[in-house]
């Protein structure tokens, strides 16, 4: 299947059940979101747009799954929101990130919704390479954590998040991450969020962090790494 030119207003969501390949020629798609319901399900050459959170951007919720070359942007405000979510009822294996732009900003207030740009969740044999991944995010403060984990902190509220997960490469990545507001106590971001996981290969990846937002003489907590 191949689409062509700009589509708004389409549907809510595209449900891919059976194995296909979807591909972009100049296609932009307005607020619409993926669930991938099928194995051997490849999408490529796509340009996603929404303002306003549609929760899951593109569902990951089988295996042998590829998102190549796509280029997304995603805005939300004060909602749960992933752009990319590898996670369903079972493990799902064979999962390919490669050669992507996104750009997701979230103005959330609590670190009680998930929101992320990439959610790999009980999932294995992953790899995410040669992604250009720019996020805005607020410095929040810390109120959940994950008992099972050390009392791992902020558990919901990250770049990218790796949880309970296998096998996975994150490779060859730009991660550039943004504060968009100052608000709370002991304002936190965490780029990388791995808890739970083994056999994590983070190689050859540049990842930055700003923050503009907090007044000179105040202190702010950044993590590169989480884990």
């Given at each position: 299947?191949?689409?062509?030119?700009?589509?708004?207003?389409?549907?809510?969501?595209?449900?891919?059940?059976?194995?296909?390949?979807?591909?972009?020629?100049?296609?932009?798609?307005?607020?619409?979101?993926?669930?991938i319901?099928?194995?051997?399900?490849?999408?490529?050459?796509?340009?996603?747009?929404?303002?306003?959170?549609?929760?899951?951007?593109?569902?990951?919720?089988?295996?042998?799954?590829?998102?190549?070359?796509?280029?997304?942007?995603?805005?939300?405000?004060?909602?749960?929101?992933?752009?990319?979510?590898?996670?369903?009822?079972?493990?799902?294996?064979d999962?390919?990130?490669?050669?992507?732009?996104?750009?997701?900003?979230?103005?959330?207030?609590?670190?009680?919704?998930?929101?992320?740009?990439?959610?790999?969740?009980?999932?294995?044999?992953?790899?995410?390479?040669?992604?250009?991944?720019?996020?805005?995010?607020?410095?929040?403060?810390?109120?959940?954590?994950?008992?099972?984990?050390?009392?791992?902190?902020?558990?919901?509220?990250?770049?990218?998040?790796i949880?309970?997960?296998?096998a996975?490469?994150?490779?060859?990545?730009?991660?550039?991450?943004?504060?968009?507001?100052?608000?709370?106590s002991y304002p936190t971001?965490?780029?990388?969020?791995?808890?739970?996981?083994?056999?994590?290969?983070?190689?050859?990846?540049?990842?930055?962090?700003?923050?503009?937002?907090?007044p000179?003489?105040?202190?702010?907590?950044?993590?590169?790494v989480?884990?």
């Amino acid at each position: 299947m191949t689409f062509k030119g700009e589509f708004s207003n389409l549907s809510k969501q595209i449900i891919l059940d059976r194995a296909i390949a979807v591909k972009g020629d100049g296609a932009v798609l307005k607020d619409i979101d993926f669930i991938i319901d099928s194995k051997d399900v490849e999408l490529n050459g796509l340009t996603l747009v929404a303002n306003g959170s549609l929760g899951n951007l593109i569902s990951v919720l089988e295996s042998n799954v590829n998102l190549y070359n796509l280029d997304i942007t995603y805005i939300v405000d004060d909602d749960m929101a992933n752009a990319i979510s590898v996670s369903g009822t079972n493990v799902i294996t064979d999962v390919n990130i490669v050669n992507n732009t996104i750009y997701f900003e979230s103005h959330v207030t609590t670190d009680e919704d998930l929101t992320t740009a990439i959610n790999l969740e009980s999932a294995e044999d992953i790899v995410i390479d040669n992604n250009d991944i720019n996020v805005e995010i607020p410095a929040l403060y810390v109120e959940t954590y994950d008992y099972s984990y050390f009392m791992m902190g902020l558990c919901y509220v990250n770049p990218i998040r790796i949880y309970e997960s296998a096998a996975v490469n994150f490779t060859n990545n730009k991660l550039n991450v943004k504060s968009n507001s100052f608000d709370a106590s002991y304002p936190t971001i965490q780029a990388l969020y791995i808890v739970g996981s083994e056999i994590i290969l983070v190689k050859g990846n540049n990842v930055t962090m700003k923050d503009e937002e907090t007044p000179e003489g105040t202190a702010t907590y950044l993590y590169a790494v989480e884990c």
